[in-house]
């Protein structure tokens, strides 16, 4: 059987090949659409991450193909459609960073309450002065969670651990844990409204396209924070930029933006045509990326180690389980 990683490193390879040691496994640093495409006419197991744009082109182009295996929850960079048409299942990683991603959700809420970032620029020009740069405690505010799955549940044992208040929005709701771990069901209106921090652990979906869009912020109250490390289009980014300008929010905590996979490629795109919505979702980015009251990490909440090696075991079970007749973690 062969199968084709891309966006490996090095030493996930190792593993991957320790794991697969009875398979044919070819390994790629780069991404699927870079990719020499006739070369990888024998695979039958795909696996990638958030970066590779597995469009119909590229799924037409492999025509023996079985099996994609995204190393991600989300699976928004797939076309399923095209894929369903040709029989090939979609495989993904449900859990691995639950507690990764809450704990990185709290870097960034630490880093504006407590004006981390701005500190480490001062006192590397060698400026020791506090002055303008007081924060504010965690304890006994307001926190609405936006999405209360597996990551969701973390965040709230953490603000609580704070001291926090939670409300929380969600489809689905469990009263037991609600009531177990103290916390709120409310609207997404009434969370916007009444939440000092609101942070975002929903699933990218056609429906949940910009969720946050400008009358929703316009319902935060005054001087919130608002922090995804959930999926960039869950936002207006325009809309966004309108709340940090006009005080409406005190500050952002992102992990993720609209047109992030596009970032890292700027010098390609200025060489090929590109349409107009995705140029200015790049130069709205740069702008939030300059603003002193937005912290940014490029998705980068999932990145530990530990979250690391969890992806890639449950990586080879999806693979496993799928040639031994016994498929896990597909899309419905």
Not at 33 to 59: C, G, H, K, M, P
Not at 234 to 260: F, I, M, N, R
Request: charged residues 20%; glycine residues 8%; contains cysteine.
């Amino acid at each position: 059987m062969r199968i084709a990683f891309f966006e490996i490193h090095e030493w996930e390879s190792q593993h991957l090949q320790e794991k697969l040691s009875e398979h044919q496994t070819s390994f790629f640093p780069g991404k699927i659409q870079d990719a020499d495409l006739s070369a990888l006419q024998d695979v039958e197991v795909l696996s990638v991450f958030i970066y590779s744009q597995v469009t119909a082109r590229v799924l037409e182009s492999l025509s023996r193909l079985r099996l994609l295996a995204t190393r991600s929850t989300g699976y928004d960079h797939i076309d399923i459609e095209t894929c369903r048409g040709r029989g090939i299942e979609v495989a993904t990683v449900p859990s691995y960073g639950e507690n990764t991603v809450a704990e990185h959700t709290f870097a960034l809420i630490l880093a504006l309450s407590r004006h981390v970032h701005k500190f480490y620029v001062r006192v590397s020009a060698g400026n020791f002065s506090r002055e303008g740069l007081t924060g504010f405690d965690l304890k006994g505010k307001t926190i609405g969670v936006l999405g209360v799955g597996r990551i969701g549940l973390h965040v709230i044992k953490i603000a609580r651990g704070f001291g926090m208040e939670v409300l929380a929005t969600d489809i689905r709701q469990d009263p037991f844990l609600a009531e177990l771990m103290n916390f709120r069901y409310v609207p997404a209106e009434h969370l916007l409204a009444h939440s000092d921090i609101i942070t975002l652990h929903m699933p990218y979906l056609p429906s949940t396209h910009h969720f946050l869009n400008r009358e929703k912020l316009a319902l935060i109250r005054k001087g919130a924070l608002l922090i995804n490390t959930s999926r960039g289009g869950l936002v207006d980014t325009s809309a966004l930029l309108a709340a940090l300008d006009d005080g409406t929010l005190a500050g952002a905590g992102l992990d993720v933006v609209e047109g992030e996979q596009y970032i890292s490629e700027e010098q390609a795109m200025l060489r090929s045509e590109q349409p107009a919505e995705v140029l200015r979702e790049v130069l709205q980015d740069h702008i939030l990326f300059r603003r002193e009251n937005v912290v940014f990490t490029p998705h980068n909440a999932f990145n530990s180690r530990e979250a690391l090696l969890r992806i890639l075991d449950t990586t080879v079970e999806n693979i496993r389980g799928f040639l031994q007749g016994a498929p896990v973690n597909l899309v419905g």
